[in-house]
């Protein structure tokens, strides 16, 4: 089993901090990624709004969830570990590989299983876990 990714909140106000914390990260990233298709201040001030901001930091918050990657029979020793957690599953039961992420304050572990591609696997189980579980805490 592998981990990937530094954001690991424990509870709703810790992952609203860590959310706040990444403002000035997405702001940059959003001026850099300006300055590099060449936007004038006039169109930077035209298009990079505080919605495109705040899309960035989405991303950036999304992309940094610990998720761990592992075969379906490690994500099945943990759910046995962990009794206590909901437990929502997405994907199919014919693959050989899963990748979840727990969120403490909601008691639930999310996960989502794959075959071949769990860099793809890691990205769709961060949206998914940041659209129904942060998105309404940051």
């Known amino acids: 089993m592998e981990e990937r990714g530094f954001l690991a909140p424990e509870t709703e106000a810790e992952a609203s901090e860590q959310y706040r914390e990444l403002g000035t990260a997405a702001q940059t990233v959003s001026r850099e990624t300006a300055k590099a298709m060449e936007f004038d201040r006039e169109e930077y001030r035209e298009r990079v709004t505080s919605d495109v901001v705040e899309t960035a930091r989405d991303a950036l918050f999304a992309s940094l969830l610990v998720v761990s990657v592992g075969t379906k029979a490690e994500f099945e020793a943990f759910r046995d570990e962990h009794p206590d957690l909901d437990v929502r599953l997405n994907g199919s039961d014919n693959v ?29 189980l961060r949206r998914i876990v940041h659209g129904r579980f942060y998105s309404d805490v940051v």
């Open 96 to 124: 050989e590989h899963a990748v979840w992420h727990v969120v403490p304050f909601a008691d639930t572990v999310v996960a989502a299983t794959y075959q071949n591609e769990p860099d793809a696997a890691v990205a769709t």
